[in-house]
Structures are given as structure tokens and as C-alpha cells.
Nanobody, 125 residues
Framework: QVQLVESGGGLVQAGDSLRLSCAGSGRTFSNYAVGWFRQAPGKEREFIAAISWRGDSTYYADSVKGRFTISRDNAKNTVYLQMNSLKPEDTAVYSC??????????????????WGQGTQVTVSS
């Protein structure tokens, strides 16, 4: 089991950037793939991005491709989500998740056993 803590959320204007961090505890974190998901009020949780445990494979939802970048620093037990050109529709609670999974399973929230508490991102128009 790992524990995850997200940070970096906030209130920004459309077109601004934010960088979210997902800090993991436990020796196994660096061996786990990590995904970012978001959930807006009244909507289902949505896959945003994922990165393999080595960091050599990344995956993105079409809605954020070209604007968001996921990366990781295993020496710091941290995964980042750089969000550029933010839009009002990006407003949501963003959560990171980690598990020993790969491939298409990275896009499915139910495949992850370890979750952070989430951080709010609000983009004003």
C-alpha cells in the first residue's frame, strides 16, 4: 500500500498554467504506475493522464492531449501533472492514483487501489 497526497491546485484564469504534484509514501511507490483523474460536480470521474512506473510510457485523454504533461521523479517519490492553456471546462477535483498495473488498465479508475484525497482546480473564464 502507498499513501498519496496531491498538491498544487487553485483558482486560475483561462489560459493560465498549474502544476499538480502527487507525493507518494512507501518504498513501492516508485514501482507503481500513476494515473491522474478528475471529477467535476455532477459528472463521472474522468481519466486524464497516466505514467508507467519507469516513466517511459505516458497516456493522455484526448481532451488534454497537447496541453497537459505527466512526468515523475522516482528519487522524490513524486508524479507531476503540468497543465497549460487551462480552460473553464478543466474545473474539477483532481486525484492521483497508483498501482501495479499497465497498458489499457491505466485508463480505468477501478483498476487502482491507492488514491489521494484530491485537489481542487478552478478555472475562471
Amino acid at each position: 500500500q502507498v499513501q498519496l497526497v496531491e498538491s498544487g491546485g487553485g483558482l486560475v484564469q483561462a489560459g493560465d498554467s498549474l502544476r499538480l504534484s502527487c507525493a507518494g509514501s512507501g518504498r513501492t511507490f516508485s514501482n507503481y504506475a500513476v494515473g491522474w483523474f478528475r471529477q467535476a460536480p455532477g459528472k463521472e470521474r474522468e481519466f486524464i493522464a497516466a505514467i508507467s512506473w519507469r516513466g517511459d510510457s505516458t497516456y493522455y485523454a484526448d481532451s488534454v492531449k497537447g496541453r497537459f504533461t505527466i512526468s515523475r521523479d522516482n528519487a522524490k517519490n513524486t508524479v507531476y501533472l503540468q497543465m497549460n492553456s487551462l480552460k473553464p471546462e478543466d474545473t474539477a477535483v483532481y486525484s492521483c492514483a497508483a498501482d501495479d498495473i499497465w497498458g489499457f488498465r491505466l485508463r480505468i479508475s477501478a483498476q487502482y487501489r491507492n488514491w489521494g484525497q484530491g485537489t481542487q482546480v478552478t478555472v475562471s473564464s
